[in-house]
C-alpha cells in the first residue's frame, strides 16, 4: 500500500510540473499572439503611410524622396510578412505541444484514477482479510 501510494505521490507530481509547463506554453502563446497583432498593425500602419506619401509628390526631388520611402516600405512589408509567418508558425507549434500535454495529461489523470482504485480496492482487501483474522 506504501508503495502505491508513493507511486501515486509521483504520479501527482509529474501531473503538476506538466499543468505549470502546460500554462507556460499557453503565457507563451498569448504573448506570441500579442506580437503577430502588433506586427499586423505596423505593417497596417506601413501600407497607410505608403499611400498618403505618394498623394503628396510634388516635385523631381519628392519623387526621390517618394522612391526610396517606397522602397524601404517594400522591404519593411517583406520583413514583416516575414515575422508574422515566423510568428504564426511558432504559434502553431507552441499549440500542438499544448495539445500533446494535454493529452498526456489527461493520459496521466486515468493512470492516476486507476491507481487510486486498484489503492482503495487493495485497502478495503487488507480490512476484509483483518476482519476475518480476528
Not at 506570441?32 to 497596417?44: A, F, H, I, P
Request: hydrophobic letters at 30%.
Amino acid at each position: 500500500m506504501s508503495k502505491c501510494k508513493n507511486d501515486l505521490s509521483e504520479k501527482e507530481k509529474e501531473r503538476l510540473l506538466i499543468r505549470r509547463a502546460s500554462g507556460a506554453k499557453a503565457s507563451q502563446l498569448a504573448h506570441m499572439e500579442k506580437m503577430l497583432q502588433e506586427t499586423k498593425g505596423l505593417l497596417e500602419k506601413k501600407n497607410e503611410t505608403e499611400v498618403e506619401t505618394e498623394s503628396q509628390s510634388c516635385g523631381d526631388t519628392m519623387v526621390s524622396d517618394l522612391e526610396q520611402k517606397v522602397q524601404r516600405s517594400k522591404r519593411d512589408r517583406r520583413n514583416s510578412l516575414h515575422r508574422t509567418q515566423l510568428l504564426e508558425s511558432q504559434m502553431k507549434t507552441v499549440r500542438g505541444e499544448l495539445v500533446g500535454t494535454l493529452d498526456h495529461l489527461q493520459e496521466l489523470r486515468n493512470i492516476l484514477r486507476r491507481s487510486q482504485q486498484r489503492s482503495e480496492e487493495r485497502e478495503a482487501a487488507m480490512q476484509r482479510l483483518a476482519a476475518g483474522l480476528r
